[in-house]
C-alpha cells in the first residue's frame, strides 16, 4: 500500500477526492468549496476535477445547507456537506435535530439520511466567541446522529471514509487547530477506522487520561514530557462512545481525568464521568477529574488561558496520583 505525507487538510481533501472517484452519487455542498476551495482549502481543486453538479457553491445559508443535504440523501445520493465553521451551525439545528436525526424514526426505517455534515470546530485561530466554539454535546445529546473527531491525519481519512460509509448520518468535527499542524504517513488508498472505535494512543499503569480531537497531542506531549505512566485514549468517536476501551482501561489504572476544550458544564466529561461511576465504581481509586474549557464565551485575546493546557492537564493528573 503506497502512502504519502500528509497534513490533516491534505487527508480530509485526498479522501473525498477519492471516494468521489469511485462513486458518482457522492456530491459535496457549502459555502465557498468550489471556487475558493473552502475557508480552509479542504475541498481544494475538487470542483475543477468533478464539476459543478458535484462540488455545489451554496448560499450563505446553512439551515438551506442542511436541508439540501437531508434532501439528496433521502433519495439516494451521498452527500458531504460543509458548515463553514461550526458556529455557524446553529441557524440549522431544527433541520439536524428535527429532520436529520429523526428521518429513520420517524418512518420506520423507510427513509434515511446517510450524509456527512463536515465542520471545522474549537479553537486555534483566535477566532473569538463566533469562529471558535465546541459544541459536540449538542449533538452527542441527539438521537439519531454518529458524533466523530479526528485528531491526526491518518485518522481522518480512515474516519472520514467510514463516516461516508455510515448508513446514519454523521456529525463529522474537524478540529481546525491541527488542520495543519502535524504530518503524517497516510495511505493512499481506502481504508477504514470503524465508527465507535477509540484509540488508545499511549500504554501507562497508573492513570487514565481520556480525551479526543485537539485535545490528543497536547495531552500526549503532557505524559511524555512528565514520565507519566497513563493510558492516553483518544476517543475519535464521541456517539456511539467506545465504553469498552474506557472500562478496560480503568480496571487496570483505576484514576481517571477527561480533558476537553469544550465547557465543562454538561460537557462530555461529565457524561463520561457518569458512565465510569454507573459502572465501575469499586475499581477507582480517586475521584475523577475534569480539565476543561470554562463556562463563559470563547475570549478573542485570551485564547491560551481559555483551551487546556500542559500545567492544568498535569496539575489534575498529580492530584488523583496522590488521593488516598
Known amino acids: 500500500m503506497s502512502s504519502k505525507v500528509m497534513n490533516m487538510v491534505q487527508s480530509l481533501n485526498s479522501t473525498m477526492d477519492l471516494r468521489m472517484s469511485q462513486d458518482d452519487s457522492i456530491i459535496l455542498l457549502g459555502e465557498d468549496i468550489g471556487k475558493d476551495g473552502g475557508v480552509f482549502r479542504v475541498t481544494d481543486g475538487l470542483l475543477d476535477k468533478y464539476g459543478e453538479e458535484r462540488v455545489v457553491d451554496t448560499p450563505l445559508v446553512e439551515l438551506g445547507i442542511v436541508g439540501m443535504a437531508i434532501g439528496m440523501a433521502s433519495s ?41 455534515l463536515r465542520t471545522p470546530y474549537g479553537g486555534g485561530i483566535r477566532g473569538g466567541l463566533y469562529h471558535s466554539q465546541s459544541g459536540e454535546t449538542y449533538f452527542a445529546h441527539t438521537a439519531g446522529l454518529v458524533v466523530m473527531t479526528p485528531s491526526n491525519p491518518y485518522d481522518a481519512k480512515g474516519m472520514l471514509s467510514s463516516a461516508i460509509d455510515s448508513p446514519d448520518p454523521v456529525i463529522f468535527l474537524e478540529p481546525k487547530k491541527l488542520y495543519r499542524a502535524s504530518k503524517a504517513e497516510v495511505p493512499e488508498e481506502d481504508y477504514k477506522i470503524p465508527v465507535g472505535k477509540a484509540s488508545l494512543v499511549h500504554e501507562g499503569d497508573d492513570v487514565t487520561i481520556i480525551t479526543y480531537g485537539s485535545m490528543v497531542p497536547l495531552v500526549s506531549r503532557a505524559v511524555s514530557n512528565n514520565s507519566v ?20 482501561s480503568v480496571r487496570k489504572t483505576g484514576r481517571v481525568v477527561v480533558v476537553h476544550e469544550a465547557p465543562r458544564t454538561l460537557g462530555m466529561g461529565a457524561e463520561i464521568s457518569a458512565l465510569i461511576s454507573e459502572r465501575m465504581i469499586e475499581y477507582l481509586y480517586a475521584p475523577i477529574l475534569r480539565v476543561t474549557g470554562p463556562d463563559t464565551p470563547f475570549p478573542y485575546r485570551l485564547e491560551e488561558y481559555y483551551v487546556p493546557n500542559e500545567k492544568r492537564i498535569m496539575a489534575a493528573v498529580q492530584k488523583v496520583l496522590e488521593f488516598r
Open 76 to 116: 439516494g445520493l451521498k452527500p458531504i456537506a460543509e458548515i463553514q465553521f461550526q458556529d455557524f451551525i446553529y441557524t440549522a439545528m431544527d433541520q439536524i435535530i428535527n429532520q436529520m436525526a429523526k428521518l429513520r424514526y420517524r418512518t420506520a426505517g423507510l427513509i434515511t439520511a446517510p450524509l456527512v
Open 229 to 248: 505512566s497513563a493510558d492516553v485514549i483518544d476517543l475519535r468517536t464521541l456517539v456511539p462512545l467506545d465504553i469498552n476501551a474506557i472500562t478496560e
